[in-house]
């Protein structure tokens, strides 16, 4: 007998992981942030074309949940990815598409 994909302690986080994951936008915001590094949402905003509420609530519910850092300089907000695990996971994802 195998052992379980998720233990049973961790199904409601990883369910809340992928449920965060779920949405382009946020996966788009990561994208950003895994190619320039640390960003205000001011430079989300130019980057992606979102509005900034839109931003900042997707930003404010990455963080929440431990996927990014914030901290605050000045009137600016900085974010920056806070998970290791996260470039591994959407690499492995990305690959078994393309092998589709």
């Known amino acids: 007998m195998s052992p379980p994909l998720i233990p049973d302690e961790y ?11 779920s949405e382009p936008v946020r996966l788009e915001l990561l994208n950003h942030l895994n190619a320039r590094g640390e960003m205000t949402v001011s430079e989300l905003v130019d980057a992606t074309g979102f509005r900034q509420a839109n931003v900042s609530k997707h930003l404010g519910r990455m963080a929440d949940d431990g996927i990014l850092t914030r901290r605050k300089e000045g ?3 900085y974010y920056d990815l806070d ?13 078994h598409l393309s092998d589709s």
């Open 75 to 77: 009137v600016h907000v």
């Open 11 to 21: 199904v409601d986080r990883v369910a809340g992981r992928f449920q965060i994951l």
């Open 83 to 95: 998970d290791p695990t996260l470039s591994a996971l959407c690499l492995l994802v990305c690959g």
